[in-house]
T-cell receptor
Framework: NAGVMQNPRHLVRRRGQEARLRCSPM?????VYWYRQLPEEGLKFMVY????????ESGMPKERFSAEFPKEGPSILRIQQVVRGDSAAYFC?????????????FGSGTRLTVV | SQELEQSPQSLIVQEGKNLTINCTSS?????LYWYKQKYGEGLIFLMM?????EEKSHEKITAKLDEKKQQSSLHITASQPSHAGIYLC?????????????FGPGTSLSVIP
């Protein structure tokens, strides 16, 4: 029973390129959360999605960032025209319900480095 | 908005020693999570506390939510090198109809053999 799978584990992009981060939730989980962990900073909420719907994107930067969770396939966090400040660890988490008593299950993260 | 503070920011202990990490909230906590993050890896769920005075244990790790529900402590007994990592507390934002966990800045723990 695979956990939350994120790929790639490490991603290097040049400034101005696009970064695509993938997250496959646990089997049976239809709720996906994305968090960002900047160097020397804590884990910050970015976006919460259910299948085909963005429920809460209050933590997403207004420009260049987008997220989707299609009916089929993984959730994608897309960063266009990356800048050095986007270098961070991006974590995805999933849960089977919108409200649980046991928190999320996190993936191992994608570490994005912008050079 | 609710904010979480953790203390200490970092901690270095000798193997076998006990230690405590604190998490303080600016607002009442309705759900308090403790996660552990190994360096360079993802987060592992440790436990969740909901009721004031509630205490839970997992192996040598015990967490408690105080009666006023604005502070939680995480206690490790007889620390081992395997306990090293970053410990994060997280609070459930009650005003949403879905789980939305806001995390503290983390406490970095190193255990010296």
């Amino acid at each position: 029973n695979a956990g939350v799978m994120q790929n790639p584990r490490h991603l290097v992009r040049r400034r101005g390129q696009e970064a695509r981060l993938r997250c496959s939730p646990m089997k049976g989980h239809s709720h996906v959360y994305w968090y960002r962990q900047l160097p020397e900073e804590g884990l910050k909420f970015m976006v919460y999605l259910q299948k085909e719907n963005i429920i809460d994107e209050s933590g997403m930067p207004k420009e260049r960032f987008s997220a989707e969770f299609p009916k089929e396939g993984p959730s994608i966090l897309r960063i266009q025209q990356v800048v050095r400040g986007d270098s961070a660890a991006y974590f995805c988490a999933s849960s089977p319900l919108s409200k649980t008593n046991y928190g999320y299950t996190f993936g191992s993260g994608t570490r994005l480095t912008v050079v | 908005s609710q904010e979480l503070e953790q203390s200490p920011q970092s901690l270095i202990v000798q193997e076998g020693k006990n230690l405590t990490i604190n998490c303080t909230s600016s607002k009442t906590l309705y759900g308090l999570y403790w996660y552990k993050q190994k360096y360079g890896e993802g987060l592992i769920f440790l436990m969740m506390l909901q009721k004031g005075g509630e205490e839970k244990s997992h192996e040598k790790i015990t967490a408690k939510l105080d009666e006023k529900k604005q502070q939680s402590s995480l206690h490790i007994t007889a620390s081992q090198p395997s306990h090293a990592g970053i410990y994060l507390c997280g609070a459930d934002k009650r005003e949403t109809s879905y789980d939305k966990v806001i995390f503290g800045p983390g406490t970095s723990l190193s255990v010296i053999p």
